[in-house]
């Protein structure tokens, strides 16, 4: 049974958690089947440019977000939930019309609501060391690699430390939650302190494991007039 999470004509919690991700494998998130312009590998790494004039890899919060809404869902399944899919669009046209919405629409959004979750992009902490992998082509037929054919990929090394930030609005999650939407979210945080989160490229090979470390995490609440900072702690 879903519940009607459209409630931004008003702010009860506010939620920040920050601290860092460090990838414990190797990490690539690339630009896509093209490089850009002038680059000296097949496959380019996703850069940011500041205003500077220097650019860095990154993680984009889209990604992030994509993660762990995937992982949400998984979760529910396990749980016995019927779960939709992000593209179901006539589902979240029937949950807008009942104002009932599943918890994954409720905490991540649809297509008819906004997301109670903010995930930002996610910066290197200094100058992040990157590699450049060759890799040799696959002949799907014979089952071995296939004459002549290689390329270059770069990829960022393990041990980087990201600044991590997501916001949560209206959701009760710590010191603890009070609906299920909150309880998700507590699992997915603890499942990034685990380390038990893979993003961007070859993670059927073991890239992107993220850690999460140092989190912490302040709660505001709106109290005499404004925001006030009702509890803090660490995210475990």
């Known amino acids: 049974m879903g519940a009607n999470y459209a409630d931004f004509d008003r702010l009860e919690v506010f939620t920040r958690v920050t601290g860092f991700l460090v990838n414990d494998t190797p990490l690539r998130i690339g630009v896509g089947r093209e490089a850009p312009l002038g680059s000296t590998v097949d496959t380019?790494?996703?850069?940011?440019?500041?205003?500077?004039?220097?650019?860095?890899?990154?993680?984009?919060?889209?990604?992030?977000?994509?993660?762990?809404?995937?992982?949400?869902?998984?979760?529910?399944?396990?749980?016995?939930?019927?779960?939709?899919?992000?593209?179901?669009?006539?589902?979240?046209?029937?949950?807008?019309?009942?104002?009932?919405?599943?918890?994954?629409c409720g905490i991540f959004g649809s297509s008819r609501l906004a997301s109670h979750v903010r995930v930002y992009d996610a910066y290197?902490?200094?100058?992040?060391?990157?590699?450049?992998?060759?890799?040799?082509?696959?002949?799907?037929?014979?089952?071995?690699?296939?004459?002549?054919?290689?390329?270059?990929?770069?990829?960022?090394?393990?041990?980087?430390?990201?600044?991590?930030?997501?916001d949560i609005v209206n959701i009760r999650v710590f010191p603890e939650p009070t609906d299920e939407r909150g309880r998700l979210l507590r699992q997915l945080f603890r499942m990034l302190v685990d380390g038990l989160v893979q993003v961007g490229a070859r993670r059927t090979i073991g890239y992107g494991v993220l850690r999460l470390v140092e989190g912490r995490y302040e709660t505001f609440e709106y109290r005499n007039g404004a925001l006030t900072k009702v509890s803090e702690g660490g995210v475990a």
């Open 44 to 104: 380019a790494l996703l850069r940011i440019r500041f205003a500077d004039g220097s650019s860095s890899p990154y993680i984009p919060g889209s990604s992030l977000k994509g993660v762990l809404r995937s992982l949400a869902e998984s979760l529910l399944r396990a749980q016995g939930w019927s779960v939709h899919s992000p593209w179901e669009f006539e589902a979240m046209e029937e949950e807008a019309e009942s104002g009932n919405y599943c918890p994954i």
């Open 124 to 166: 290197p902490e200094g100058e992040p060391v990157v590699f450049v992998k060759t890799g040799v082509g696959i002949n799907r037929d014979f089952l071995g690699s296939q004459p002549n054919v290689l390329y270059t990929e770069e990829q960022v090394a393990p041990g980087v430390r990201w600044r991590f930030r997501t």
